[in-house]
T-cell receptor
Framework: DGGITQSPKYLFRKEGQNVTLSCEQN?????MYWYRQDPGQGLRLIYY???????QKGDIAEGYSVSREKKESFPLTVTSAQKNPTAFYLC????????????????FGDGTRLSIL | KNEVEQSPQNLTAQEGEFITINCSYS?????LHWLQQHPGGGIVSLFM?????KKHGRLIATINIQEKHSSLHITASHPRDSAVYIC?????????WGAGTKLIIKP
């Protein structure tokens, strides 16, 4: 079955450490997204990518970095510059993210919960 | 003021009750999504609407573009419907998310 796989499910970060969250999809989707979810708030977009080797900042990109070397993979690195990284991180994909295609559903992974040690 | 507002924030009901969750938005949209987030955190897309009404099993979603309002209804609710229901609108080439409605259905 096609879907999105996020790993790990739980992750702990030490002070000054970078950590990388994995997101892999086998849906053959062009567009991929990273969201952050905090209690009582709506999802906030960190980064998105419409195509391989291209990605754009979302609303809260500071302290995060991404890469899109393969269509299937969109890893997110939470750097030491992100001072409040404790949150639930969700990866999603859709067929495309281009003009006029807002009527496409996004498919989500099960998320990674990141905490500070 | 948030661009997407959901009400209520929390809802507890008895099994079998008819459930209504509301979503109001203040921006122009080309589509509205309803999603369900399970206690474990995974999110599933339920509906995508640009007009009218859609039905899937016991779930019904409606949208009134003129009033900038959408509702998600659950008929014959069941404890397995307990989840957070999220409304998101596609506006200006981005998704804007509501904070979600936490629904608990008691047996």
């Amino acid at each position: 079955d096609g879907g999105i796989t996020q790993s790990p499910k739980y992750l702990f970060r030490k002070e000054g450490q970078n950590v990388t969250l994995s997101c892999e999809q086998n849906l053959n989707h062009d567009a991929m997204y990273w969201y952050r979810q905090d209690p009582g708030q709506g999802l906030r977009l960190i980064y998105y990518s419409q195509i391989v080797n291209d990605f754009q900042k979302g609303d809260i990109a500071e302290g995060y970095s991404v890469s899109r070397e393969k269509k299937e993979s969109f890893p997110l690195t939470v750097t030491s510059a992100q001072k409040n990284p404790t949150a639930f991180y969700l990866c999603a994909s859709s067929i495309a993210r281009i003009q006029g295609h807002g009527n496409q559903p996004q498919h989500f992974g099960d998320g990674t919960r990141l905490s500070i040690l | 003021k948030n661009e997407v507002e959901q009400s209520p924030q929390n809802l507890t009901a008895q099994e079998g009750e008819f459930i209504t969750i509301n979503c109001s938005y203040s921006v122009g949209i080309s589509a509205l999504h309803w999603l369900q987030q399970h206690p474990g955190g995974g999110i599933v897309s339920l509906f995508m609407l640009s007009s009218g009404k859609k039905k899937h099993g016991r779930l019904i979603a409606t949208i009134n573009i003129q009033e900038k309002h959408s509702s998600l209804h659950i008929t014959a609710s069941h404890p397995r419907d307990s989840a957070v229901y999220i409304c998101a609108v596609w506006s200006n080439y981005q998704l804007i998310w509501g904070a979600g409605t936490k629904l608990i259905i008691k047996p």
